[in-house]
């Protein structure tokens, strides 16, 4: 049974900075395509950052780019999402997700597996 475990979510002032790291186990972590997504109140939930299985690529959105970071360490199974300088707008529940044949990484449906989620707020 493969899960998906987020930490490093928490409180944090506009302008500030937050990592948020993401466990994979029950399966070979190399074989997923992984990304995160958020979901702030009353809202869908939304595409953050993607990578490859071998790090070699990575995508974002737009509303991110320049500001999110997106890594992972295949020996650790963990998958990384560096975050800075957090605006209100970030405030959401951010998820990790895998998902071994992932044709459009900014869709829910290509992905098989979804953490419980951490949330994550910002102060202005």
């Known amino acids: 049974q493969v899960q998906l475990v987020e930490s490093g979510g928490g409180l944090v002032q506009a302008g500030g900075s937050l990592r948020l790291s993401c466990v994979v186990s029950g399966s070979t972590f190399r074989d997923y395509y992984m990304a995160w997504f958020r979901q702030a109140p009353g809202k869908e939930r939304e595409f953050v950052a993607g990578i490859g299985r071998s790090d070699d690529s990575t995508r974002f959105a737009d509303s991110v780019k320049g500001r999110f970071t997106i890594s992972r360490d295949n020996a650790k199974n963990t998958v990384y999402l560096q975050m800075s300088s957090l605006n209100s707008e970030d405030t959401a529940v951010y998820y990790c997700?895998?998902?071994?044949?992932?044709?459009?990484?900014?869709?829910?449906?290509?992905?098989?597996?979804w953490g419980q989620g951490t949330q994550v707020t910002v102060s202005s």
């Open positions: 997700a895998a998902g071994r044949f992932v044709f459009r990484a900014d869709t829910r449906r290509s992905y098989d597996y």
